[in-house]
């Protein structure tokens, strides 16, 4: 024991008096650590409490210590009463309270770039197209030179009736000889003007993995094919990012949402996370996939494993790239598309890549999580998925099942799957992070692409998934981040914009995969929990949890019809038992 940490009286070292006095000063400064949090915690009541908490499902109030974790939850007989011997100053709250929301698949960086750019979603033609881009310069004067890019998102070919091209844009006068890069709604393509095109050679041999797309004219590149065009976009600095990560961050936290998982984060952006991570307005939980400079790459050594213990940042997974979109007919398919037959997509990494890239990075430590829209893709990486675990746990008396279990391996949209592939993907467990709306987004022209066969028996499962803990999200900026419009079209199948599903499906489109809303609320709070590595501390209210919680005007199950999901606001939202926002 260092003798000189121990206090002194009168002149003398407490050690003077006997070992007595000293295992009594040790109890006092433990007594003054946890005395600390027990007098600075708060206790909160609201009319009722959805906990997700098994041994307590409904609640009237919780504790929060000053670390901002959950230290009791109980029941009581009025709303407004505190039960039992609970520390702290007690605040009596109108509403209602559920487990904060996270989204299982966003983007966040690129959101608040979208916050600051064009906004596409929803154009039905090439000139309202232009003219939005037109509002956006008027706004922006400073936009469109070599330095800094007018971006923006949102286009669809299927909507304008064509494909856009960079002359599109040059019939514009005002935007004839600007720099301009805007990415389809998947962001699987970018449309580029002809200023853009002028930065590149006369002749551009085709990518693998990628389309460039040159007919009806040059200005779309497509996956693989988009990184010939946005190199030479002048990224935007720390700064910058900054403000885009801030805007994102208050952004979401108006919807009700607490934390996210950042579906592919390149190493410079992750040291700007753990910068930024530390700070006030990092008021969302970021559990950021790792995506190297070059997709579908090792690059372990320009990136650490990283948790913070307070679970603002955790960096332990990988995202790698299957395949392109089902919109663009980018999506890898087993058999050609129904209106396309002579293409069935492209894979963006062959079998055998893809199968070594699984097993090196699970190796490092790192979960692996496999974008995989067509059927072809989700059976690659079944199979990737597979051979890793049977390297990773070579035991043949463990079921990799078991395997799976500990390293939790993902597939990133699970949108198109054989049957067969369904079922081997039940019997290993692997985890199917899932959005919701892309389904009702794609359900005007998904089967087009697929035929009625396969859109029946594979595509867009939901409810027969529902056994693996699917992780729920929305893919923001390419859908709204708004969780409530995605619970709508996960209990649905509706779109909710329009509340409207494709003629023939007056239930909803494939109504049979449907989920009740007790299993959207556990896919947007505790699947995320499972799937980031976090169960019993993020999406439940219970002892030991991180205090994240939203305050809503009623509960979700007493709803007037479920149409209201569709424009449903928050009251509040809290992160680590701060108020992060409040409705005016």
Same mark, same amino acid.
């Given at each position: 024991?260092?003798?000189?940490?121990?206090?002194?009286?009168?002149?003398?070292?407490?050690?003077?008096?006997?070992?007595?006095?000293?295992?009594?000063?040790?109890?006092?400064?433990?007594?003054?650590?946890?005395a600390?949090?027990?007098?600075?915690?708060?206790?909160?009541?609201?009319k009722?409490v959805?906990?997700?908490?098994?041994?307590?499902? =409904?609640?009237?109030?919780?504790?929060?210590?000053?670390?901002?974790?959950?230290?009791?939850?109980?029941?009581?007989?009025?709303?407004?009463?505190?039960?039992?011997?609970?520390?702290?100053?007690?605040?009596?709250?109108?509403?209602?309270?559920?487990?904060?929301?996270?989204?299982?698949?966003?983007?966040?960086?690129?959101?608040? /770039?979208?916050?600051?750019? =064009?906004?596409?979603?929803?154009?039905t033609?090439?000139?309202?197209?232009?003219?939005? =881009?037109?509002?956006?310069?008027?706004?922006?004067? $400073?936009?469109?030179?070599?330095?800094?890019?007018?971006?923006?998102?949102?286009? &669809?070919?299927?909507?304008?009736? $064509?494909?856009?091209?960079?002359?599109?844009?040059?019939?514009?006068?005002t935007?004839?000889n600007?720099?301009?890069?805007?990415?389809?709604?998947?962001?699987?393509?970018?449309?580029?003007?002809?200023?853009?095109?002028?930065?590149?050679?006369?002749?551009?041999?085709?990518?693998?993995?990628?389309?460039?797309v040159? &007919?009806?004219?040059?200005?779309?590149?497509?996956?693989?094919?988009?990184?010939?065009?946005?190199?030479?976009w002048?990224?935007?600095?720390?700064?910058?990012?900054?403000t885009?990560?801030?805007?994102?961050?208050?952004?979401?936290?108006?919807?009700?949402?607490?934390?996210?998982?950042?579906?592919?984060?390149?190493?410079?952006?992750?040291?700007?996370?753990?910068?930024?991570?530390?700070?006030?307005?990092?008021?969302?939980?970021?559990?950021?996939?790792?995506?190297c400079?070059?997709?579908?790459?090792?690059?372990?050594?320009?990136? /650490?494993?990283?948790?913070?213990?307070?679970?603002?940042?955790?960096?332990?997974?990988?995202?790698?790239?299957?395949?392109?979109?089902?919109?663009?007919?980018?999506?890898?398919?087993?058999?050609?598309?129904?209106?396309?037959?002579?293409?069935?997509?492209?894979?963006?990494?062959?079998?055998?890549?893809?199968?070594?890239?699984?097993?090196?990075?699970?190796?490092?430590?790192?979960?692996?999580?496999?974008?995989?829209?067509?059927?072809?893709?989700?059976?690659?990486?079944?199979d990737?998925?597979?051979?890793?675990?049977?390297i990773?746990?070579?035991?043949?008396?463990?079921?990799?099942?078991?395997?799976?279990?500990?390293?939790?391996?993902?597939?990133?949209?699970?949108?198109?799957?054989?049957?067969?592939?369904?079922?081997r993907?039940?019997?290993?467990?692997?985890?199917?992070?899932?959005?919701?709306?892309?389904?009702?987004? &794609?359900?005007?022209?998904?089967?087009?692409?697929?035929?009625?066969?396969?859109?029946?028996?594979?595509?867009?499962?939901?409810?027969?998934?529902?056994?693996?803990?699917?992780?729920?999200?929305?893919?923001?900026?390419?859908?709204?981040?708004?969780?409530?419009?995605?619970?709508?079209?996960?209990?649905?199948?509706?779109?909710?914009h329009?509340?409207?599903?494709?003629?023939?499906?007056?239930?909803?489109?494939?109504?049979?995969?449907?989920?009740?809303?007790?299993?959207?609320?556990?896919?947007?709070?505790?699947?995320?929990?499972?799937?980031?590595?976090?169960?019993?501390?993020?999406?439940?209210?219970?002892?030991?949890?991180?205090?994240?919680?939203?305050?809503?005007?009623?509960?979700? /199950? /007493?709803?007037?019809?479920?149409?209201?999901?569709r424009?449903?606001?928050?009251?509040?939202?809290?992160?680590?038992?701060?108020?992060v926002?409040?409705?005016?």
């Amino acid at each position: 024991m260092d003798r000189h940490w121990l206090p002194r009286v009168g002149g003398n070292s407490l050690l003077s008096y006997g070992s007595a006095a000293v295992v009594a000063v040790a109890a006092l400064l433990k007594f003054q650590e946890h005395a600390t949090d027990y007098f600075g915690s708060e206790t909160h009541c609201f009319k009722s409490v959805r906990t997700n908490w098994q041994d307590l499902p =409904v609640a009237n109030c919780f504790t929060v210590s000053p670390k901002g974790i959950i230290t009791s939850v109980y029941a009581s007989d009025h709303g407004s009463s505190k039960a039992g011997s609970h520390s702290g100053s007690e605040t009596t709250n109108e509403g209602y309270v559920i487990p904060g929301l996270w989204d299982g698949h966003g983007h966040l960086l690129q959101y608040g /770039e979208f916050l600051h750019s =064009v906004d596409l979603f929803g154009t039905t033609s090439l000139d309202e197209a232009r003219a939005r =881009v037109r509002d956006y310069v008027e706004k922006n004067p $400073q936009a469109g030179s070599k330095t800094e890019w007018i971006r923006g998102v949102g286009w &669809d070919q299927m909507a304008y009736g $064509q494909m856009p091209t960079a002359d599109d844009l040059s019939t514009d006068d005002t935007l004839k000889n600007l720099y301009i890069a805007l990415d389809r709604v998947d962001v699987h393509c970018v449309w580029v003007s002809q200023a853009v095109l002028d930065l590149l050679p006369d002749s551009i041999p085709d990518v693998p993995g990628g389309e460039i797309v040159r &007919d009806p004219g040059m200005g779309v590149f497509c996956d693989n094919a988009m990184d010939i065009a946005m190199s030479l976009w002048p990224k935007p600095s720390d700064e910058k990012k900054s403000t885009y990560i801030k805007s994102a961050m208050t952004s979401l936290n108006g919807l009700g949402i607490v934390g996210m998982h950042d579906a592919g984060v390149t190493p410079n952006n992750l040291d700007l996370y753990r910068t930024l991570a530390s700070g006030q307005d990092w008021t969302v939980r970021v559990y950021a996939m790792v995506e190297c400079y070059k997709r579908n790459t090792f690059c372990a050594h320009d990136v /650490e494993r990283h948790v913070r213990p307070d679970g603002r940042l955790s960096i332990q997974s990988v995202k790698l790239f299957a395949d392109g979109a089902l919109g663009s007919w980018g999506s890898a398919m087993i058999e050609p598309y129904s209106d396309r037959p002579d293409t069935s997509g492209s894979l963006l990494v062959n079998a055998t890549e893809l199968t070594y890239l699984t097993t090196v990075w699970a190796q490092k430590g790192f979960q692996v999580n496999i974008h995989a829209i067509g059927d072809l893709a989700n059976r690659y990486a079944v199979d990737a998925m597979t051979v890793a675990l049977r390297i990773l746990c070579p035991d043949l008396s463990q079921p990799l099942s078991a395997c799976q279990a500990q390293h939790r391996f993902r597939i990133e949209h699970s949108q198109i799957i054989h049957p067969s592939d369904q079922d081997r993907i039940h019997a290993l467990g692997i985890i199917p992070s899932i959005q919701p709306t892309h389904a009702t987004s &794609d359900m005007a022209y998904a089967e087009l692409r697929l035929g009625h066969e396969r859109t029946a028996t594979e595509a867009y499962r939901m409810r027969s998934l529902l056994d693996l803990n699917p992780v729920l999200g929305s893919d923001f900026p390419v859908e709204p981040a708004d969780p409530f419009q995605g619970l709508y079209a996960a209990i649905t199948r509706k779109s909710p914009h329009a509340g409207k599903s494709p003629d023939g499906f007056p239930n909803g489109w494939y109504a049979e995969e449907t989920l009740t809303l007790d299993q959207a609320i556990r896919g947007f709070t505790l699947g995320p929990a499972y799937g980031g590595f976090m169960e019993q501390k993020a999406g439940v209210l219970q002892p030991g949890a991180f205090a994240d919680w939203v305050v809503i005007d009623k509960p979700l /199950e /007493e709803l007037g019809s479920v149409e209201e999901l569709r424009a449903f606001k928050v009251r509040e939202t809290w992160v680590g038992g701060k108020r992060v926002y409040k409705r005016d």
